[in-house]
């Protein structure tokens, strides 16, 4: 046996879903033929049933991360960091990093403000929260669950200009907006 034999694969293969005949059925229908991975947060089910974009999706991941950081871990935390971020060390935040990432949290709040504050309470509830909305777990289609569906997708999409903002993506924004934005949040 030769020592390339002996090596590790350079991949891992994904991992089998090893739950229940009904359990792979709910997850593979709440996902609509998508991945049935993306089953467990409701970013991953809209961005599996194709009802945001990549972009929506990544701006609720770093609002979730965000809040994460500064308010305590939510599941979704721990994937955003080690995946984009390339950490692994979840030791305490350094005053600066807390408050950069604060800095960055009132930004995106400024930001959501003209949609109001539904937007910001159903955006909190599918990203940090992890609360599945009854329109994303039945079929039905009705005027309400078009409206939360649209302000939810505005929500997201004023998060993407926002974070779009800065080149590298990271938790600070632009330079220009700090100042306005600590003078509003006063």
Known sequence: ?????????????????????????????????????????????????????????????????????????????????????????????????AARFELALRDCWLAMAPLGPKAKRLLDDIAIYERFPSWLLTDRKNAANGVDRGLLQAALGVLVAQSSRDPKRRATPAAPDRTASRAAVR
């Open 1 to 97: 046996m030769t020592n390339a034999a002996r090596r590790r694969p350079k991949t891992t293969p994904p991992e089998p879903d090893r739950g229940t005949p009904e359990l792979r059925a709910k997850r593979q229908a709440l996902v609509g033929g998508g991945d049935p991975a993306l089953s467990a947060h409701p970013l991953g089910v809209l961005l599996a049933r194709r009802e945001i974009d990549d972009d929506l999706y990544a701006a609720g991941v770093r609002y979730a991360f965000l809040f994460g950081k500064l308010f305590g871990r939510t599941k979704i935390v721990a994937h955003y960091a080690d995946a984009l971020i390339g950490t692994r060390d979840h030791t305490e935040l350094s005053d600066a990093d």
